[in-house]
């Protein structure tokens, strides 16, 4: 039998607590993040644009835009807009270690595999978070593909609406 889309291979990882110098562990009771800040940085140079579909528990879907600009060593501007409305888009200054953060999972919340998923990037071996739903955030899984360092190409949430869904389709550089 096939697996069904969007998961095709899937083993569990064991993650032993790395040094405390590590720069993927930014504090206590947090897993490693899949990449540093330094990481994140070296691949977000000016004008990476990255595509990402949006799909509602409504049905309802939509492409975001997110841009960097005018990186330096500490973050960069992030531009981010829907496509049908790029008039209405925001900036925002992120720090790399902001963007790292977004990653640091709670160790007793979370379950970490590593699993190779086809998305219009292409077939691409991920690290997986899934975390699990507590009375503040609902259950989530992100899957983190280890040629692009940065967002996770595909992130899921499961709310009592239901599954809300963004998958990156495209990085690119202006």
Same mark, same amino acid.
């Given at each position: 039998? #096939?697996? %069904?889309?969007?998961?095709?291979?899937?083993?569990? @990882?064991?993650?032993?607590?790395?040094?405390?110098?590590?720069?993927? @562990?930014?504090?206590?009771?947090?897993?490693?993040?899949?990449?540093?800040?330094?990481? =994140?940085?070296?691949?977000? +140079?000016?004008?990476?644009?990255?595509? /990402?579909?949006?799909?509602? !528990?409504?049905?309802?879907?939509?492409?975001?835009?997110?841009?960097? +600009?005018?990186?330096?060593?500490?973050?960069?501007?992030?531009?981010?807009?829907?496509?049908?409305?790029?008039?209405? #888009?925001?900036?925002?200054? @992120?720090?790399?270690?902001?963007?790292?953060?977004?990653?640091?999972? %709670?160790?007793? /919340?979370?379950? *970490?595999?590593?699993?190779?998923?086809?998305?219009?990037?292409? +077939?691409?071996?991920?690290?997986?978070?899934? *975390? =699990?739903?507590?009375?503040?955030?609902?259950? !989530?899984?992100?899957?983190?593909?280890?040629?692009?360092?940065?967002?996770?190409?595909?992130?899921?949430?499961?709310?009592?609406?239901?599954?809300?869904?963004?998958?990156?389709? #495209?990085?690119?550089?202006?």
């Amino acid at each position: 039998m #096939a697996p %069904p889309p969007g998961r095709l291979e899937a083993q569990n @990882v064991r993650m032993s607590r790395p040094p405390e110098d590590d720069e993927h @562990v930014l504090g206590p009771g947090l897993l490693p993040t899949p990449f540093t800040a330094a990481q =994140i940085r070296a691949s977000s +140079r000016d004008g990476k644009l990255i595509r /990402l579909l949006v799909e509602s !528990a409504d049905g309802t879907v939509v492409e975001r835009i997110n841009r960097f +600009r005018d990186a330096d060593d500490e973050g960069a501007n992030l531009e981010q807009w829907l496509s049908d409305a790029p008039d209405d #888009a925001t900036t925002r200054r @992120v720090t790399w270690l902001e963007l790292q953060s977004h990653a640091a999972f %709670p160790t007793e /919340l979370t379950t *970490v595999s590593t699993e190779v998923i086809e998305l219009p990037l292409g +077939r691409l071996e991920c690290v997986r978070y899934d *975390v =699990i739903a507590t009375d503040a955030d609902p259950a !989530a899984t992100f899957w983190f593909a280890l040629a692009h360092p940065g967002m996770p190409v595909r992130y899921q949430t499961v709310t009592a609406s239901g599954r809300i869904r963004t998958t990156v389709t #495209a990085i690119t550089s202006d």
